[in-house]
């Protein structure tokens, strides 16, 4: 299954700072343990190490190199490449889009890598192919990316996220909330079969709000580090380059800590992304909704804790 691009776009979005796609409300399905009523009396959210949630393939990684980027000669490899090109598709006819690859194939190393001193050959070639486009971005980062990969400050910030991507299934926290308010199968699944309860959170000016993603549900992922990081800077030189004018996928990074397999696509999950083991401040509690198999005694211990904290108490329907 192809991932969602409308997600995907939601992810880029929330990656640039915009907090309009942020549904208003999210919600949180729990069981009535021991940090039931500290969870709302301290008004915090736990952020439990990604090893520990429900999938399995959740946040794992590879680390080799494959096709996108020779180290050794410091020059980016075919699949880099079509990445980049792909820029120039929505401009052009798909019989030019692929005469357009054709042509900057053809100055490719036997190897698969950028001849880049003859990228300025075949400028002129490719803007004929697509005249909408800018075909000088296209060049620019054909040529210009396997530099600026070796500065110095872009290469500290590689070694960071191979760093954090080798150790996210330890390190990285994930608290998971979801779109839906009141799902039989999110209170079969985490409210210990509807005899928990529902955590209501108002998202309006949450102060964390730049921890929060939405998941994209996808079965095939790209978990090789390597290429996530190229990807995700190529799409910011193209933003960068083209002032803001392309509207480029940076989220291949990102993504790799945002996936889940699409068996979990009724979660409609958002999640909030930090240190494992840390808590949180909470959004503001809307409302509690109780579970239609909650005890008599949970029931009235909640609603007498909702009175005490102004918090509006309702009950699930399902």
């Not at 620019?140 to 290469?155: Q, R, T």
């Not at 921890?211 to 079965?219: C, G, R, S």
């Not at 397999?261 to 401040?281: M, S």
Request: glycine fraction near 4%; aromatic fraction near 10%.
């Amino acid at each position: 299954m192809v991932a969602d691009d409308k997600v995907i776009e939601i992810v880029n979005k929330r990656m640039r700072g915009n907090k309009d796609c942020i549904p208003r409300f999210l919600y949180k399905y729990r069981p009535f343990d021991k940090f039931a009523y500290e969870m709302l009396a301290d008004n915090y959210l736990y952020l439990c190490p990604a090893e520990n949630l429900d999938d399995p393939s959740e946040c794992r990684t590879t680390l080799t190199v494959e096709d996108f980027y020779n180290i050794a000669t410091n020059q980016l490899k075919v699949n880099c490449v079509d990445a980049i090109l792909e820029f120039i598709k929505r401009y052009t006819a798909e019989a030019n889009f692929h005469l357009a690859k054709s042509i900057v194939y053809s100055i490719l190393t036997p190897n698969g890598e950028v001849r880049k001193h003859f990228l300025l050959d075949i400028e002129s070639e490719l803007q004929m192919l697509a005249p909408e486009a800018d075909t000088a971005l296209l060049i620019n980062l054909l040529a210009f990316i396997p530099d600026a990969i070796k500065d110095p400050n872009i290469a500290s910030k590689f070694g960071d996220y191979i760093g954090l991507a080798i150790d996210a299934r330890q390190y990285m926290g994930i608290c998971s909330l979801s779109e839906l308010a009141d799902s039989a199968q999110m209170w079969e699944k985490y409210a210990n079969d509807a005899s928990g309860y529902c955590v209501e959170y108002d998202m309006t000016d949450y102060q964390e709000v730049d921890l929060l993603y939405p998941v994209v549900y996808q079965d095939e992922r790209n978990i090789n580090i390597i290429n996530n990081i190229v990807l995700s800077y190529v799409g910011e030189m193209i933003l960068k380059l083209s002032c803001g004018k392309v509207d480029a996928d940076c989220s291949s990074y990102a993504r790799m800590f945002l996936t889940k397999n699409t068996e979990w696509t009724y979660q409609k999950e958002w999640r909030l992304l930090g240190d494992a083991n840390q808590k949180i401040q909470a959004p503001k509690i809307s409302a509690v909704c109780l579970g239609r198999n909650v005890s008599q005694e949970h029931k009235q211990e909640m609603i007498r804790f909702c009175n005490e904290h102004n918090i509006v108490i309702k009950e699930n329907k399902f």
